[in-house]
């Protein structure tokens, strides 16, 4: 249904945005960085790994949380709270006036709990395994919604939370929940996106690197480089990005600046391979979220894609793109990944919150790092290296997929009427 057919009451509009990348802590930092063409990769030691390339955050841990609430929590829990809380500061929402049991969070995750049990087997493994040195903090630290009910207790939240595991495409699933928590009416505000703490587990390097799908390269700012020819892996990446997410009538009510709206959405499953993407079903996907914002390909104006910098990946994806965009010639293309690395359970909203922007500015900032594109990864209007200023830019089509085949895409756009 288009949103032009839609009620106020069913139409979801974003109106704050908080975040942190590798490079940058703000929606504006982050935007600069992109058309700046700021890498956020850098190297990072972790443990057995030795030295890695990595996007590391940044941000102020103790902003919004004391030190005595971040030693009993966690880094995904501390991303989420400093996200959270700079979305409600600038999405102009007053907590104090506001009914707490009406406020729903919804974070999405690729894994947790990896990066705590990791911590405490290094712990104990210096007493020779003697579990009385286990923490206490361990269970509430490793449950499932241990990130999502970190914000609840910092902000004082009564309504309902939860994580959404959904591998890679966990920071769209974020956002789809709580547009459909607000559509149902079990909430009248959403706190919802994405959060990775994965830089913190040195499985995740492990399994990777046991892959062949680490990324490596001498000059760390270089190494994600989806797309082209001498790709070599993913470069692991934490960051985190919360939308503020609202009806639009209660949005107008409250005189809510409203940054984007929420047009369409679709989840889908490849039920194959368990890493590698099947291009008909991503294809599905990006058509089954235009289409529920009643629209054709043609009206999109940006896709902001999944490609992680892995050989098959990145070319299956380039195959879906060719099948439902080829003869767009309006259609721009580009890659937040090449910057930053890959979040994991962050990158989808992480990757909308860098081209949100693009609704104002109407600039589109480009896929760095692409010395040779690989010719198996031709799309149209790939927008490489430097970013491009169009005349307008109506929409937004944020892809995130991920493992064992869930794919997800939002499409986003002005908000019109």
């Given at each position: 249904?288009?949103?032009?057919?839609?009620?106020?009451?069913?139409?979801?509009?974003?109106?704050?945005?908080?975040?942190?990348a590798?490079?940058?802590?703000?929606?504006?930092?982050?935007?600069?960085s992109?058309?700046?063409?700021?890498?956020?990769?850098?190297?990072?030691e972790?443990?057995?790994?030795?030295?890695?390339?990595?996007?590391?955050?940044?941000?102020?841990?103790?902003?919004?949380?004391?030190?005595?609430?971040?030693?009993?929590?966690?880094?995904?829990?501390?991303?989420?709270?400093?996200?959270?809380?700079?979305?409600?500061?600038?999405?102009?929402?007053?907590l104090?006036?506001?009914?707490?049991?009406r406020?729903?969070?919804?974070?999405?995750?690729?894994?947790?709990?990896?990066?705590?049990?990791?911590?405490?087997?290094?712990v104990?493994?210096?007493?020779?395994?003697?579990?009385?040195?286990?923490?206490?903090?361990?269970?509430?630290?490793?449950?499932?919604?241990?990130?999502?009910?970190?914000?609840?207790?910092?902000?004082?939240?009564?309504?309902?939370?939860?994580?959404?595991?959904?591998?890679?495409?966990?920071?769209?699933?974020?956002?789809?929940?709580?547009?459909?928590?607000?559509?149902?009416?079990?909430?009248?505000?959403?706190?919802?996106g994405?959060?990775?703490?994965?830089?913190?587990?040195?499985?995740?390097?492990?399994?990777?690197?046991?892959?062949?799908?680490?990324?490596?390269?001498?000059?760390?700012?270089?190494?994600?480089?989806?797309?082209?020819?001498?790709?070599?892996?993913?470069?692991?990446?934490?960051?985190?990005?919360?939308?503020?997410?609202?009806?639009?009538?209660?949005?107008?009510?409250?005189?809510?600046?409203?940054?984007?709206?929420?047009?369409?959405?679709?989840?889908?499953?490849?039920?194959?391979?368990?890493?590698?993407?099947d291009?008909?079903?991503?294809?599905?996907?990006?058509?089954?979220?235009i289409?529920?914002?009643?629209?054709?390909?043609k009206?999109?104006?940006?896709?902001?894609?999944?490609?992680?910098a892995?050989?098959?990946?990145?070319?299956?994806?380039?195959?879906?793109l060719?099948?439902?965009?080829?003869?767009?010639?309006?259609v721009?293309?580009?890659?937040?990944?090449?910057?930053?690395?890959?979040?994991?359970?962050?990158?989808?909203?992480?990757?909308l919150?860098?081209?949100?922007?693009?609704?104002e500015?109407?600039?589109?900032?480009?896929?760095i790092?692409?010395?040779?594109?690989?010719?198996?990864?031709?799309?149209?209007?790939?927008?490489?290296?430097?970013?491009?200023?169009?005349?307008?830019?109506?929409?937004?089509?944020?892809?995130?997929?991920?493992?064992?085949?869930?794919?997800?895409?939002?499409?986003?756009?002005?908000?019109?009427?």
């Amino acid at each position: 249904m288009g949103a032009e057919r839609m009620s106020d009451s069913e139409r979801i509009v974003i109106t704050g945005v908080g975040l942190t990348a590798p490079n940058g802590n703000t929606p504006e930092a982050f935007r600069r960085s992109l058309l700046g063409g700021v890498s956020g990769v850098s190297t990072f030691e972790t443990r057995f790994m030795g030295r890695v390339l990595a996007g590391v955050c940044d941000f102020d841990e103790f902003k919004y949380q004391g030190r005595k609430e971040r030693r009993r929590g966690t880094r995904a829990g501390s991303i989420s709270i400093y996200c959270a809380n700079e979305a409600v500061r600038r999405a102009g929402v007053d907590l104090e006036a506001a009914d707490r049991s009406r406020i729903g969070t919804f974070v999405g995750v690729t894994e947790h709990g990896t990066v705590e049990t990791e911590n405490e087997i290094d712990v104990i493994r210096q007493y020779d395994y003697d579990t009385k040195f286990w923490s206490h903090h361990h269970n509430p630290r490793t449950v499932a919604n241990n990130p999502a009910g970190e914000v609840t207790m910092n902000l004082g939240l009564c309504g309902p939370h939860y994580t959404i595991g959904a591998a890679c495409a966990a920071g769209n699933a974020g956002l789809i929940q709580g547009m459909q928590m607000l559509r149902l009416g079990e909430v009248d505000l959403a706190l919802a996106g994405g959060v990775s703490e994965s830089i913190r587990s040195f499985g995740i390097f492990a399994s990777f690197a046991s892959q062949n799908a680490l990324a490596s390269h001498e000059d760390p700012t270089k190494a994600s480089r989806p797309f082209d020819v001498a790709r070599n892996g993913i470069v692991v990446s934490e960051g985190g990005c919360v939308y503020v997410l609202e009806r639009l009538g209660d949005a107008r009510r409250r005189g809510a600046s409203i940054v984007g709206e929420v047009l369409g959405h679709a989840m889908n499953s490849d039920a194959g391979d368990p890493v590698v993407p099947d291009p008909k079903r991503l294809a599905e996907c990006m058509l089954l979220a235009i289409r529920r914002a009643g629209l054709e390909p043609k009206d999109v104006s940006i896709v902001s894609t999944h490609a992680t910098a892995t050989e098959l990946g990145d070319e299956q994806e380039a195959k879906a793109l060719r099948s439902v965009f080829g003869d767009c010639s309006s259609v721009y293309v580009n890659n937040t990944k090449s910057f930053i690395g890959h979040a994991m359970g962050a990158a989808g909203a992480l990757e909308l919150a860098g081209n949100l922007a693009a609704l104002e500015d109407g600039m589109v900032h480009p896929t760095i790092n692409i010395t040779e594109l690989d010719e198996k990864c031709t799309v149209r209007n790939l927008v490489m290296n430097q970013p491009r200023k169009l005349d307008r830019v109506e929409t937004i089509l944020n892809n995130s997929f991920g493992m064992l085949g869930t794919n997800s895409a939002v499409l986003v756009g002005r908000c019109a009427g």
